[in-house]
């Protein structure tokens, strides 16, 4: 049984920074394609970034609005995932869900929401102006 457990959200300011965590626990890390998503009250997940099954060398993508201040990074060592925030502006707000993917070859990043199959419960991001 796969588990993805987010942690790190919180309420903050303008400007400011989080960083999110995701942990999985059932099966080695490296085995999935991971994603980030946010869902805003009342509308659909949308896409934030996707990185590949790579380590220190995997291939990332970022939705354009977070392009130059989210990061996505992995460690495969100890089975966690990570989606940095700079820059925080208040259409970052929502829950955050980290989503894995297993069963694709090494260098894929995953952006299409159905495409997951294992997903987290979230973690709310609060950005106030």
């Known amino acids: 049984q796969v588990q993805l457990v987010e942690s790190g959200g919180g309420l903050v300011q303008a400007g400011d920074s989080l960083r999110l965590s995701c942990a999985i626990s059932?099966?080695?890390?490296?085995?999935?394609?991971m994603g980030w998503f946010r869902q805003e009250s009342g509308k659909d997940r949308t896409f934030v970034a996707a990185?590949?099954?790579?380590?220190?060398?995997?291939?990332?993508r970022y939705e354009d609005s977070v392009q130059g201040r989210f990061t996505i990074s992995r460690d495969n060592a100890n089975n966690r995932i990570y989606l940095q925030m700079n820059n925080l502006k208040p259409e970052d707000t929502g829950v955050y869900y980290c989503?894995?993917?297993?069963?694709?070859?090494?260098?894929?990043?995953?952006?299409?929401?159905?495409?997951?199959?294992?997903w987290g419960r979230g973690t709310q991001v609060t950005v106030s102006s």
């Open positions: 989503a894995a993917k297993g069963g694709v070859v090494f260098a894929t990043i995953v952006t299409d929401a159905d495409s997951y199959t294992y």
């Open positions: 990185i590949s099954r790579g380590g220190a060398n995997a291939g990332t």
């Open positions: 059932g099966r080695t890390l490296s085995m999935f394609a």
